[in-house]
């Protein structure tokens, strides 16, 4: 008997609290890019029921990116291995594999020109390195910090340019290639957790754990204003760009996300997402009319530019999944019931279109088992006594 795949039900975003998520954009507007556990989740933006899923990491994958031409991703793990593959078919063959320094891999680049790749870490000898795609050799120096690079980034457009962001509350200046330190900017008062550069290179921002941003110049490093004051009440976890480079999206832990003139340094459009913990934001992502955000729990929002209510929210498990049944006898047709070690159980459409939370008096532990009679009563077990 033949089995064909029909449908992947996808993991959400592996989130950890305190540390921000990377999220990759696909330069063709169609997927994004991001990852739980060995896994790098390829999910279609439009219909996020279509996901792919690459698996060759040997352990957990930190970040992944698409490269400026769209053919081929970049991604990287804890071990510090940096693997290649290609982005256009179903069998994402490697093209090639480098281990820049041991240790976890936080975030990565490449530049315009899809030829060199910036990463930044932790690293046993070193916090971050810029290679060669094709050949894995070194085509500079990424020093000048003293702890853990958590984001980086380089300019789009030529002369080039690459920033650090690290745990030594700083931003990194460097000009190349080679790559070579140029200046420190230490505006910050904690950790560094995100810089990104505007997609005409002219300017780059810093988020930070102390809620402020600030905007550079992108071809100096000469800070020019910050954004905000503070931009928001809590650690800044995400940062990304609007096409135009006039905007930014600021993601936080104060629960809330907002959008900013650069220009005027003013917010025009704020969002909420509740009060408890699990609803901090992590990560966004800003990709042509696309705009969206994941929270703590791994929830991923859409969110309008013109409207603070979210357009839509992609629910599910960033957990593993420890039980699951089929409901086939309520109104709504079969459902499929999954449950994880978390306590939290999903119902999903047979299609993986449509899912939904089960709310109420949950389980506060792993999920052992789920059973459904024929009338589509389903019954669940939880280690929590």
Known sequence: MSCTLTSIYASLPRTTRGQPIVLGADPKGKTILYTNGNSVFIRNIEDPS???????????????????????????DNHGKVRIWGADNKEHLLKNE????????????????????????????????????????SVGEISGMTKAINSVDFKP?????????????AVSFFEGPPFKWKTTMSDHEKFVHVVRYSPDGERFVSGAADGRVFLYDGKTGERLSEIGAPAHTGSIYGLCWDSTSHFILTASGDKTAKIWDVTTGAAVQTYSFGQDLKDQQVGCLWSGTTILTVSLSGQITYLDRNSPTPTRVIRGHNKSITALTVARGDSQGARIISGSHDGLVVRWSVDGREM?????????????MLASNSRGVVASIGLDD
């Open 157 to 169: 457009t030529r002369p080039f340019r690459a920033i650090t962001g690290s745990e030594d509350n």
């Open 50 to 76: 279509q996901c792919e899923v690459y698996t060759e990491h040997s352990t957990a994958v930190q970040c992944a990116k698409y490269s400026p031409s769209g053919s081929y991703i970049a991604s990287a």
């Open 356 to 368: 939904n939370n089960i709310t109420g008096d949950n389980h506060t532990n792993q999920i052992q």
């Open 98 to 137: 480098f281990q820049p320094f041991s240790g976890s891999i936080k975030d990565l680049a490449w530049t315009s020109d899809n030829q060199r790749i910036i990463v930044g870490g932790e690293g046993k000898e070193k916090f971050g390195h810029v290679f060669s795609a094709d050949a894995g050799n």
